[in-house]
């Protein structure tokens, strides 16, 4: 029962989500940029209801498949504007945040570790959503890696927010996280979000993370 609860409680958590967010937009409280960004730090919380709700990988990862066919299609026909650019190839990071969350399910509650999985998506929706905002607001050390433009700014905020994650957060949810591995894992997520082009590193930074991770504690 509390599988089927999860599902309806999903649904309804990110519709809110999305409803908010096209709002907003409407109202020109947040930009076009800043919908999505309000949205991919946002819907990374979705896990975390995931682990309240879920006992096994198949339930857990349902609405993560229905979203890589819902983005997917919101890509090419732009049906969710608040989530959508221009239809360039970066757009396709919708579609690759839904792909890790659903490769995730599948793999950390497989194995009855969810908070595994956790420590990737909060890692990408906070880390990687808040350096984009700093980057664009306070970026003023700019460096360009495979022709993108990057910030030390948003650099160094990934790097805070993955050490604070896994150093606070992690803990309450799982498993302690040593000083050393907070950092080692800080390095990493800060060096894939400054690596990876084409939007890709909504699926390089959490699932890498979360494989470093489990590791770690293995």
Partial sequence: MNN?????????????????????????????????????????????????????????????????????????????????????????????????????????????RPYIGAIGILVMGYGDGFAAIIGSKHGHHKFTILRKSKSIEGSFCVFIITFIISMFIMPIIGHPVSILNSIILSIIATLIEALTPFGMDNLSLPLTISYVYYTMIS
């Avoid at 089927?4 to 809110?16: D, E, N, R």
């Avoid at 339930?59 to 969710?80: C, D, E, Q, R, T």
């Fill in 4 to 112: 089927i609860i999860g599902i309806l409680a999903s649904i309804i958590f990110v519709g809110l989500i999305l409803f908010i967010a096209t709002l907003a937009e409407k109202k020109d409280i947040l930009s076009g940029e800043g919908s999505r960004k309000f949205i991919h730090i946002i819907l990374g919380n979705w896990w975390l209801l995931a682990m309240f709700f879920y006992d096994n990988a198949i339930w857990a990862a349902i609405v993560p498949f229905l979203f890589v066919i819902i983005n997917y299609i919101s890509y090419k026909k732009g049906l969710i504007s608040a989530m959508e650019r221009d239809g360039s190839i970066e757009d396709l990071g919708t579609v690759y945040y839904a792909i890790s969350l659903f490769i995730l399910s599948l793999w950390t509650f497989g194995i009855e």
